[in-house]
């Protein structure tokens, strides 16, 4: 059993660690150099102008959730196709190209079937116009 | 395949008389120790290279958007202004950092920090050549995918934490239009995946050929629509125009990050240039033939055996020509990029939903449907190669 | 010994991460450590060299579930009460001396049953890893494309179930006026 080589995962972890250190660094080199005089006014919300009324945040609207959620499940999807995607050339060099072809038009088109629910049932209309809600209730 | 910057250089005879140096002094293999130090450095180099070129970026922006407006960019620091994103970067140092009373500190200050995070760490697979590529991971694409979704979340927590209307609806914008968005990229990046056989850069690129006509662009029609499905939404993604209402200046002010000020705006902005660098190199890796040079000048051999040069040289003298086909091919769709801001009007947020779910995500599944029937039907070969064919038995009939 | 560094550093970010989820009080804090915590156990996926599975970790939970949790966060109203801005209760669960006491007796126990599993499987047989240069897409993708074949296309199923329940469930209900 041969030892696993990590080094390749080297430059990752620098560059992860070079990034804290350069955002670190600039607010440091920052805080030497610029002035600070915090006044009454410099510590409110920017409201244009006026004094800030109301909570930051009253009208959560469900739309960002239903997005998040078509979002994650086609993410899965795209990452369980792209093991058998990666693989598909290999598979067509030794003659079994086309039984991998149904099994990867099927798996898509099971889900584009999922999409195309959503988009009739009107789950990715960012804006539920007046029209549709009427003619649904009917 | 999983080839890294060292890998490359372990080749020559002096990398190899620097490890047996170290060798002896240290008692143990410095293999790693060599490695981590040289990776070190060029990571360096490279972050260097990337906030160069996206400070130039927005001078480059000022002085195109100025000559598409008839009028005269900055034009005083520096010849030709070109100084003007250092003045822009100390102007920005000696700003004064006002923290609001009411936001959340610890998100706060974290927020511009995962943005460029996230950045700099997709900058690991940047395939700026074959050797001089920093890690060259087996799974390269899909890493840059999940780098890039981390700049979604800084967005958001930058509009949460700033505990206003303006930034809040802004940081939402902004991340439900990039996790859209990274839909239509992914189904695309599966489709060169299929179409190259791998998941690694060096896969992607040596997938394609040298002259113009073997690039992935060319090769099917379904990769022709794919290249602007990719373009678009990437460009949708990094939050540029026509896509840029989570900062839309016109209506939220500065969006989600209204708030901040100083180094920490210095931080989202650039972390937004470099990665219109970054999603600009993958789109030349896949589709636009990488670092590949014409007439295959850049593995060195043609140098090594027509002039005659020391292999190692030919080499490494092949890796800048390959590094200047790269650069070329990048800088002209950064320059399309800038180009697209100050033409198009900016969309509004239910036409940016309409656009993503609607239009680019059906037609990349039937690219990715069509793509996958015609690598079947036609065995893996492109337009050319099969045009060729046609005319070649057409014409050894006679 | 980047080996090393690599699997405490990743084990440091998923434990202290997990850790700090249950300790602090802000709703919203415990989701931004959450992510630390599965980026930390992509590391780990590193460190044994399943190098496709970490990427997916870090596309799927550290670029989805997360972002998700922040919404469903934003939309039950959960967040920080620092300032009166949200107008919201204070979630007595969080950051409780009960629940870090609940919390860590939960993780002995569980610790101890887990420990006993491992001895005896351990003890059965040496613990393997992917080799230097195997290419585990390749493997994963020969796998799934050949002998689990039926599980893949199950999972699209499966995916195109959650698709519809999530929208189903999401969905405004509609009023009947009369």
């Known amino acids: 059993m041969s030892t696993l080589n990590l080094d390749v995962y080297m430059p990752v972890v620098i560059l992860i660690i070079l990034a804290l250190l350069v955002a670190g660094g600039s607010l440091l080199l920052s805080k030497f150099l610029r002035p600070s005089n915090p006044t009454e006014l410099k510590l409110t919300a920017y409201e244009c102008g006026e004094a800030p009324v109301g909570t930051a945040w009253s009208n959560f609207n469900v739309r960002f959730y239903v997005i998040a959620l078509i979002f994650i499940i086609f993410d899965v999807e795209s990452a369980l196709m792209f093991p058998v995607a990666a693989v598909f050339r290999k598979f067509m060099s030794i003659g079994m190209g086309g039984t991998l072809l149904v099994s990867i038009l099927t798996f898509v088109l099971i889900l584009v079937a999922g999409i195309v629910y959503c988009w009739k049932k009107g789950d990715l209309d960012w804006v539920k116009s007046f029209v549709s809600q009427e003619l649904d209730k009917k | 395949m999983n080839a890294t910057i060292i890998s490359y250089l372990s080749q020559s005879k002096e990398f190899n008389l620097i490890v047996a140096w170290f060798s002896e002094l240290f008692g143990f293999d410095a293999t790693s120790f060599v490695a981590f130090n040289l990776f070190g450095v060029f990571a360096l180099l490279l972050i260097g290279f990337a906030a160069t070129v996206g400070g130039l970026g927005t001078f480059a922006e000022r002085k195109i958007s100025a000559d598409l407006q008839m009028r005269q960019g900055p034009n005083r620091v520096g010849p030709y202004g070109i100084l003007q994103f250092l003045a822009d970067g100390v102007k920005l140092i000696t700003k004064e950092d006002i923290i609001p009373a009411q936001v959340d500190k610890f998100t706060f200050y974290i927020a511009p920090v995962l943005c460029l995070v996230g950045v700099f760490s997709a900058l690991s697979v940047f395939p700026i050549s074959s050797g001089f590529i920093l890690t060259d991971l087996n799974v390269g694409i899909f890493y840059f995918l999940g780098m890039t979704s981390l700049v979604g979340v800084g967005i958001f927590l930058g509009g949460y934490s700033s505990n206003s209307k303006w930034s809040m609806l802004g940081g939402m914008r902004g991340a439900s239009q990039i996790i859209s968005y990274e839909i239509p990229v992914t189904i695309t990046i599966v489709m060169m995946v299929l179409l190259a056989g791998g998941m690694s850069m060096g896969i992607l690129v040596s997938s394609q050929g040298s002259s113009v006509l073997d690039w992935n662009l060319f090769h099917n029609p379904f990769t022709f629509i794919g290249f602007f499905v990719y373009f678009i939404a990437a460009l949708a993604e990094t939050n540029r125009a026509p896509f840029d209402l989570p900062e839309a200046e016109s209506e939220l002010v500065s969006g989600y990050h209204t708030e901040f000020s100083g180094m920490r705006f210095g931080f989202f902005a650039l972390a937004e240039y470099i990665e219109v660098l970054i999603v600009c190199g993958i789109a030349t890796a896949m589709f636009l033939g990488g670092y590949k040079v014409p007439f295959d000048l850049g593995t060195g051999e043609l140098l090594n055996q027509k002039l005659g040069l020391d292999l190692m040289l030919a080499k490494n003298i092949g890796q800048f020509l390959e590094i200047g086909s790269f650069l070329t091919k990048t800088f002209a769709l950064y320059y399309v990029v800038i180009w697209i801001r100050w033409t198009l009007p900016r969309l509004r947020v239910d036409q940016l939903m309409t656009l993503c779910w609607k239009y680019l995500t059906p037609i990349a599944l039937f690219n990715l449907i069509g793509c996958a029937v015609w690598i079947y039907v036609f065995n893996g070969q492109s337009i050319v190669q099969l045009f060729s064919l046609l005319f070649k038995s057409s014409g050894g009939g006679h | ?178």
């Not at chain 3, 060299?49 to 596309?59: H, S």
């Not at chain 3, 796998?143 to 199923?157: G, K, P, Q, R, T």
């Open chain 3, 1 to 178: 010994m980047f080996n090393d560094f690599l699997f405490l550093a990743s084990a440091a970010l998923t434990l202290g991460g997990a850790f700090a989820v249950v300790w602090v009080k802000d709703l919203m804090h415990a989701c931004i450590y959450l992510m630390a915590s599965l980026f930390g156990v992509a590391g780990l996926y590193a460190c044994i060299g399943a190098d496709f599975l970490a990427a997916t970790q870090i596309v799927v939970y550290a670029g989805g579930v997360v972002i998700l949790m922040l919404f469903a966060v934003m939309l039950t109203g959960g967040a920080s009460n620092k300032t009166n801005r949200y107008g919201l209760e204070k979630i007595h669960a969080m950051g409780n001396t009960k629940t870090k006491m609940v919390a860590g007796i939960s993780a002995f126990v569980i610790g101890l049953v887990i420990l006993k599993i491992m001895v005896s499987v351990l003890k059965a047989q040496p613990v393997s890893q992917v080799g230097a240069n195997e290419n585990s897409v390749e493997k994963i993708g020969t796998l799934l494309a050949s002998d689990h074949i039926l599980a893949f296309e199950i999972s699209s199923v499966l995916l195109l179930g959650a698709l519809i329940g999530a929208a189903i469930i999401s969905r405004p209900r509609k009023e009947i006026h009369d």
